[in-house]
């Protein structure tokens, strides 16, 4: 058994910034790639960044050179650094993350139950 825990979230101002967490736990053996997504309503969910085991990273065009994703293996927990908030930056964003488990499981993917970010205006 594996779970995400985002955390973090909430209220900013435009041009302000906050941190994100996700903590995985339970049965893990290994985890590979870890991202964020974000979700705003009525839209579909987007990639906002990843991060590989070796600390390669890929990001959303919206969010280059504004949002830094970074990772600490010795805790399963991935980061997502948020700096100049935008409006359109405002979604439930959720933590992703490619695990097997000590129980010799395939290779999942395994989603978080979302952070609300909110960016006044």
């Known amino acids: 058994q594996v779970q995400l825990v985002e955390s973090g979230g909430g209220l900013v101002q435009a041009g302000g910034s906050l941190r994100l967490s996700c903590a995985a736990s339970g049965s893990i053996f290994s985890i590979n790639v870890m991202g964020w997504y974000r979700q705003a309503p009525g839209k579909q969910r987007e990639l906002v960044a990843t991060?590989?085991?070796?600390?390669?990273?890929n990001y959303a065009d919206s969010v280059k050179g504004r949002f830094t994703i970074s990772r600490d293996n010795a805790k399963n927990t991935v980061y997502l650094q948020m700096n100049s908030l935008k409006p359109e930056d405002a979604a439930v964003y959720f933590c992703?993350?490619?695990?097997?488990?000590?129980?010799?499981?395939?290779?999942?993917?395994?989603w978080g139950q979302g952070t609300q970010v909110t960016v006044s205006s």
């Open positions: 992703n993350a490619n695990i097997t488990t000590k129980f010799y499981t395939p290779w999942s993917y395994y």
């Open positions: 991060i590989t085991s070796g600390d390669s990273t």
